[in-house]
């Protein structure tokens, strides 16, 4: 079955350490990508997405991801977390030919002073 | 444009009674997405539109949920009886089948039924 995973529930990390949340998809066909970031009572923002070309993508907030065809994933990383970067990160697909765009589970990020 | 806006913002009501949550998609955007959000299911796709027309509604948990698309700038999503295991928020996007965009999200619905 085609499905987004997200394998972390909760990760906390001390401010100024260095970042990485898991995506892996399973679809027949490298889909568009994309990470969106919840805060608390909010919607979902995009933080960065992936539709072909440089498999190294920048976002916003110092947020950067990397597609990897081989392993089917699309991890995003940040070298400096923020205490304002405590919120919720989803992963999301959508296959181009059927605009079906499904998320992960979501990763719920804690930040540590 | 003012972005994807819901109405209303947070809906209380009783078991039983009909709900009706309103979207306004982003001007342009042909393709229309309503999400339902909870803590034990997470994000799970509810259904989806494309130019008005509904693609997909294999995630409509029930027979009570439905949803329209009269037109290119509005939706509806409703709940007929609701029932308490209907709490969540409810979250429309819209995004532009074509152009490579992401879709952008409304500020959502929370919805109690008590």
């Known amino acids: 079955a085609q499905s987004v995973t997200q394998p972390d529930i909760h990760i906390t990390v001390s401010e100024g350490a260095s970042l990485e949340l898991r995506c892996n998809y399973s679809y027949g066909a490298t889909p568009y990508l994309f990470w969106y970031v919840q805060s608390p009572g909010q919607g979902l923002q995009l933080l960065l997405k992936?539709?072909?070309?440089?498999?190294l993508v920048q976002g916003i907030k110092g947020f950067e991801a990397e597609f990897k065809r081989s392993q089917s994933s699309f991890n995003l990383r940040k070298p400096s977390v923020h205490w304002s970067d405590a919120a919720e990160y989803f992963c999301a697909v959508v296959l181009y030919n059927n605009n079906d765009m499904r998320f992960g589970a979501g990763t719920r990020l804690t930040v540590k002073p | 444009d003012a972005g994807v806006i819901q109405s209303p913002r947070h809906e209380v009501t009783e078991m039983g009674q009909e709900v009706t949550l309103r979207c306004k998609p982003i001007s342009g955007h042909n393709s229309l997405f309503w999400y339902r959000q909870t803590m034990m299911r997470g994000l799970e796709l509810l259904i989806y539109?494309?130019?008005?027309?509904?693609?997909?509604d294999s995630g409509m948990p029930e027979d009570r949920f439905s949803a329209k698309m009269p037109n290119a700038s509005f939706s509806t999503l409703k709940i007929q009886p609701s029932e308490p295991r209907d709490s969540a928020v409810y979250f429309c996007?819209?995004?532009?089948?074509?152009?490579?965009?992401?879709?952008?999200f409304g500020q959502g619905t929370r919805l109690t039924v008590v």
């Open positions: 539109f494309n130019n008005n027309v509904p693609i997909d």
């Open positions: 992936y539709f072909s070309g440089d498999t």
């Open positions: 996007a819209s995004r532009s089948l074509d152009w490579d965009t992401e879709a952008f």
